[in-house]
């Protein structure tokens, strides 16, 4: 395999967490879902000049192909990755449009921000979402999912959110996928904050025409790049029918059947692309999915203990909590406000979001990334701090 180049020879299992750059605070742990903490190493991959269509870079890019369709439990030959520059929801836009033919309906479980933003994408693009409403506060139930395709034949596709990024829920692919396939019908899965560090097996779903994530979440790679992994028959069947030129999975894949694997149709991310197979190098030393699902699970369990012990509650209850994104209910004392915390937490060194997609207002924080559970014990001690200068502590009782 290529390891591309820029000094990659020097890592290996072991590797130090390098802080980001920011212009004030030196060292800065980041618990964004997204982008996320990355490795010194990967960021380090982005600095040099990289002509997409040189003969060196083909192969590596190539190769990059191969190893998400393993990780997304495609098998050669039957699954394609079909890369897109851009952010995820190029991705998401990208599949509804390959997929689902102009005007038809599509079925969206509707318990977050991000299934909201697949309806608008849907309806932008002429094709007819049609929510099944969920509390944000759980995960949708395959019998849900059942029932409402039942209940509307015309429906073609259901458009499931994995991991619900505004709230922590976690929807499960394989149960809804199931029902999908029982029901005869095709499933779109926007696995972007989940892909990589929660199990997803497509040889098992037949019924996935997509998976989609992107190179910055649980990857840890640098953003730039999103990707599709589909059925080459599903995908070759549907070129042309995206009404995009850009947006068409099925002519990404045309292109690559008669131009290479290697090749681009527009300019790719160069430096991105070459970071994340960095990134996936260390993914592999790691231990693959299972054991950076298990750093996340125990950041996650050493940051809501924490947090509840300092008096914080969860928006979510435990059974429903996943591992990608602790969602806490703000304090209600007065001295507390969301940009206040975050400010005070950015001069300690600990960045998260400054905003909030649940019902009612939460702080969100972020347990992927380059990051264990050392840094989330800075940040809780941060997180002490913060809510006493903000006059917020409240220990738990
Ligand atoms: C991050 C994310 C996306 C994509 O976000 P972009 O900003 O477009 O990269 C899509 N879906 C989910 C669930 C996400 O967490």
Redesign the pocket.
Known sequence: MRRGRGGLSGHGARVQLGRAHSPKVASMIFLT??PVQTRPETRAAMAIDIAPWDRDFGPEYAAIRERVRDIAGGVEGVHATLPLQG????L?EAAIRTFVPPGGRILVPSNGT?AD?MMRLAREAGREPVALPVPDTRGVRAEEVAAALEADPGISHVCM?Y???GSGIVNDPAAVGAAVRAAGRRLIL?A??AFGALPFDLKAQPECDAVLF?SN?CLEGM?GI?FAVCPMDRARGQAGQAGSWCFDLGDVLKHAERQGWGSFRFTPPVQALHAFAVALDLYAAEGGQAARLARYAENMRVLRAGAEALGLVPYLDAEHQGPIILTLHQPETPGFTLQGFVEALKRRGVLISNFFTTQSPTIRIGCIGAVTPDDMQVALRAMGEALEELGAARKAA
């Open positions: 879902p997204g952010a995820g929801h190029f998401v991000y933003r959110v991991s619900e990024t926007d972007v904050s992107t979440k953003p999103g």
